[in-house]
């Protein structure tokens, strides 16, 4: 017996486990990638939101977008601001954009103070709900994330602005 070499049949089964050993090792690594990924797009899309909020927090009243109509404005996925527009609402919301990798769009949703159905638990606190000086505003942000396959993200909050 010659027991100095290997056969074909071995060599092929050791290169078989290598491949199934590398593939798993990159599947695993490529899989959290995504996940990463898929977070950090989030991140961004909170960040704008909350970017929003606080640009509305230092607007007056008069500043604001008339009632009945949607501010859209639309973002590049690093941040950087692209353009802005006003559109109606639609169904009393403001319309989902036709989302476009690596953008990210944000929406403005302008309704008076007589929308607002806010409870307290003291029954001694109340909102001016027919003031002119109180808006509800709906900002809701729109965007992709690239991790499995094409997930639409979205967030919203609402502000009662005085």
């Known amino acids: 017996m010659n027991s100095r070499g290997m056969t074909l049949i071995e060599v092929m089964l050791a290169i078989g486990i290598s491949v199934i050993g590398v593939s798993v090792f990159l599947f695993f690594v ?50 950087t601001f692209v353009s802005e527009s006003q559109v109606s609402l ?37 909102l001016p709900k027919y003031s002119d000086t109180l808006r509800k505003v709906t900002l809701q942000v729109w965007g992709w994330s690239d991790a499995e396959g094409k997930t639409q993200l979205n967030s919203q909050v609402v502000i009662f602005k005085r």
């Open 30 to 79: 490529l899989s959290s990638r995504k996940h990463v990924t898929h977070v950090d797009r989030s991140i961004i899309l909170k960040e704008i939101l909350t970017d929003n909020v606080i640009e509305l927090k230092g607007l007056q009243i008069a500043d604001l977008t008339p009632m009945g109509q949607c501010l859209m404005r639309v973002y590049k996925a690093d941040k």
């Open 90 to 126: 639609v169904s009393g919301k403001c319309p989902a954009p036709n989302i476009v990798d690596n953008q990210i769009y944000i929406g403005w949703q302008m309704e008076p103070g007589s929308t607002i159905d806010a409870t307290f638990s003291s029954s001694g606190l109340k």
